[in-house]
C-alpha cells in the first residue's frame, strides 16, 4: 500500500510539477523542483516511521507469545516456492528507501524542466520582439541609421556583394547584356538591437522592405530589370540581434555595354555594372565591398559565344552639381568564341575564293560555265557579307571581319575580271590570226601572179646587180649589221619566257599566271591577316 501511495504521490507531483514548468522559465522550474523534492523527502520520511514502529511492536508481540505457540522443530517450513494465507507477510526494512525515490523524483522533475525549455514557442518570442523594436512609434523608416560606433556625425556604411547566377546573352548590335543576379547589402541599425534569449534567436526575418530603413541604391548602366515573384517574391530581410540588417533579392538586369568591334571577332569585351547612390551624398551613404569575396559566379555559367574570363571590382565614385555620391562596379572580361566565326564566316569564305579559281582551269572558250561561276560566287560572297554586317551596329571605324571579307570580295572580284581579260585578249589572238592569214593569203596569191607574168614573158630581161659595192650602199650596211649582230654572245635563256612559250596564245598565258598568282596573293594576304590581328589581341590582352 505504501508503494502505491508513492506512485501515485510520484505520478501527481509530476503532473504538477509539469503544469506548473509550462509557464515558468528554467531557473524557476529548478527552484521548484528542488523545493518538492524537499517535501516529498520529508513526506516519504513520516510515511515510513509508522512502518518501522509497526514492525518493532509485531516484534515485541512475537517474543511474549507461550512456548506452545513458538515453532516446534518438527513443523514443516513452507518451501521458497509456496505461498502461506492468513499470516501476513514481513514487510522489509525501508528505512532508506525514500533516497531512492527522492532520487528518481528529482530526475523526472529535471526531464520535465528541459522538456518544457524545448517546448518555449520562439516564433510568438518572435512576434513579440518585431512588436518591440518595430511597433507604432518606435521605429520610423524614413531616418538614416547613424553612422559608426553610433555617432551621428558619420556616413553610414553599406557592405554589397552578389552572386551572378545567369548570363542570357551578349547583344553586338544593341551594346547590352542581360544578367541574373542575388544582390545583397548589409549594414548596421543601432535601433534594432535585441535580446537573443541566451543566444537561442540569432536573427528575425522580414519580407516587407518598407518596414526598414533601406538605402537608394540604383543601376546606373540599367536599361531594363525586373524582380521575381514566382512563387513568392524572392526577398528576405534578416535582422541580428546586434543590430546588423542583411538585405537579399533576385533580380533580372539588361544593362549596356559600350563595344569597341575594331578587332571583332577576334575581341574581347569589357561590360560593367555599376551601382551607386541616387539621393545620399558621401557624407551620409559610403557603399563598401565585402570583404573576401564579394562577387560569386556560379560554377556552371555557359555563354553561347562568349566565355567569362575574369572579373574585376573597383569603385566610382562620381561628382555633380549636388555633391558627391559613392559607386561600385564590376567589370566583367568576356573572351569571344572564335570557333563559331571560323566556322560560320571564315572557312566559308575561304572556300568561295578557291572555287572562284576553278574558272583559271576550264577553257576559254566555255564562256557561259565562266560567266556563271565568276557571278554566283560573287553575288553568294556579296550575300554573306551583307549577313555579316546586319548583325553588327554601323561603326565609323573599320573592323577585322570588314578587312577579311572585303578582300575575298575583291579575289572573288577578280576572278571574273580575270575572265573578261581572258575574253578579250582570246579575241584579239582570233583577230590576229585572221590578219595573218590574209597577209600570208595575199603573199601566196603575189607569188602566184609573179610567177603567170614570168611563164608569160620569158622574153624579158632583167638588169645585174653590181657584185662589188661602195662603202656609201645602204644594202651594205645593213649586212654589214646583220654580220655584227650574228657575232654577238649568245643571251642566256630566261626560265619564265621559256615557260611561257609553250603557250602560244595570250589567253592562255593570263590564265596560267593567274592559276599561281591568285592562291599566292591569297597566302600572302592570311599570313598579314592573322599576324596582324592576333598579334593586336594579345596587345590588348
Not at 551607386?276 to 557624407?283: D, E, F, I, L, R
Not at 576559254?364 to 551596329?393: E, F, K
Amino acid at each position: 500500500m505504501c508503494q502505491c501511495e508513492c506512485v501515485s504521490h510520484i505520478s501527481r507531483r509530476k503532473t504538477s510539477s509539469s503544469s506548473s514548468s509550462s509557464s515558468s522559465s528554467s531557473g524557476g522550474s529548478s527552484g521548484k523542483a528542488r523545493s518538492q523534492v524537499g517535501k516529498f523527502v520529508n513526506q516519504v520520511g513520516r510515511a515510513e516511521a509508522p512502518r518501522e514502529q509497526r514492525s518493532s511492536s509485531d516484534a515485541s508481540r512475537s517474543s511474549h507469545r507461550p512456548p506452545q505457540e513458538a515453532a516446534t522443530p518438527h513443523a514443516p517450513r513452507p518451501s521458497p516456492g509456496s505461498r502461506t494465507h492468513g499470516a501476513p507477510h514481513p514487510t522489509p526494512n525501508m528505512g532508506s528507501g525514500h533516497y531512492f525515490w527522492a532520487i528518481l523524483y528529482f530526475a523526472s522533475l529535471c526531464s520535465a524542466s528541459l522538456a518544457n525549455n524545448a517546448k518555449i514557442n520562439f516564433r510568438e518570442k518572435e512576434k513579440k520582439v518585431l512588436d518591440q523594436i518595430l511597433g507604432a512609434g518606435k521605429y520610423d523608416a524614413r531616418i538614416r541609421p547613424s553612422g559608426i560606433n553610433g555617432t551621428d556625425n558619420k556616413a553610414t556604411n553599406v557592405s554589397v556583394n552578389m552572386f551572378l547566377r545567369s548570363i542570357s546573352k551578349i547583344d553586338d548590335y544593341k551594346m547590352e547584356y542581360s544578367v541574373q543576379l542575388t544582390f545583397r547589402e548589409q549594414w548596421t541599425d543601432e535601433r534594432l538591437k535585441f535580446d537573443d534569449i541566451q543566444g537561442r534567436l540569432k536573427y528575425l526575418t522580414l519580407t516587407e522592405a518598407n518596414r526598414v530603413w533601406m538605402p537608394d541604391l540604383f543601376f546606373s548602366n540599367e536599361k531594363e530589370g525586373h524582380f521575381h515573384n514566382i512563387i513568392m517574391p524572392n526577398v528576405y530581410i534578416r535582422i541580428f540581434p546586434n543590430g546588423s540588417v542583411l538585405y537579399s533579392i533576385r533580380i533580372s538586369l539588361t544593362l549596356a555595354c559600350p563595344m569597341n568591334l575594331k578587332l571583332y571577332p577576334l575581341d574581347r569585351q569589357i561590360c560593367s555594372l555599376r551601382m551607386a547612390s541616387y539621393g545620399w551624398t558621401t557624407n551620409d551613404l559610403v557603399f563598401l565591398w565585402k570583404e573576401g569575396d564579394p562577387v560569386q559566379v556560379v560554377k556552371n555559367l555557359h555563354l553561347p559565344r562568349f566565355t567569362l574570363e575574369k572579373f574585376l571590382t573597383d569603385y566610382c565614385n562620381s561628382k555633380t552639381n549636388t555633391g558627391e555620391y559613392s559607386c561600385l562596379k564590376v567589370d566583367l572580361l568576356f573572351k569571344r568564341e572564335f570557333s563559331y566565326y571560323l566556322i560560320q564566316i571564315y572557312i566559308p569564305c575561304c572556300m568561295l575564293v578557291i572555287v572562284s579559281w576553278v574558272s583559271f582551269w576550264l577553257d576559254q572558250g566555255a564562256v557561259p560555265a565562266r560567266v556563271s561561276l565568276g557571278v554566283t560566287t560573287l553575288l553568294t560572297m556579296a550575300t554573306q557579307t551583307s549577313g555579316i554586317n546586319a548583325s553588327l551596329p554601323p561603326v565609323s571605324y573599320t573592323k577585322a571581319i570588314d578587312v577579311w571579307t572585303g578582300v575575298c570580295l575583291t579575289f572573288v572580284f577578280g576572278a571574273l575580271l580575270e575572265f573578261a581579260l581572258v575574253n578579250y585578249a582570246s579575241r584579239s589572238d582570233m583577230h590576229k590570226e585572221n590578219m595573218k592569214k590574209k597577209r600570208r593569203d595575199l603573199e601566196q596569191a603575189s607569188l602566184d601572179a609573179a610567177s603567170d607574168l614570168l611563164d608569160t614573158d620569158s622574153n624579158a630581161t632583167f638588169a645585174m646587180k653590181p657584185l662589188v659595192r661602195h662603202p656609201g650602199d645602204p644594202l651594205a650596211l645593213e649586212k654589214r649589221l646583220q654580220c655584227e649582230v650574228h657575232m654577238q654572245a649568245p643571251k642566256r635563256p630566261n626560265c619564265c619566257k621559256t615557260w611561257l612559250s609553250k603557250f602560244p596564245t595570250r589567253s592562255k598565258r593570263i590564265d596560267v599566271i593567274s592559276r599561281i598568282t591568285f592562291p599566292l596573293v591569297f597566302a600572302l594576304f592570311n599570313l598579314v591577316y592573322w599576324s596582324t590581328y592576333l598579334f593586336r589581341e594579345e596587345e590588348d590582352e
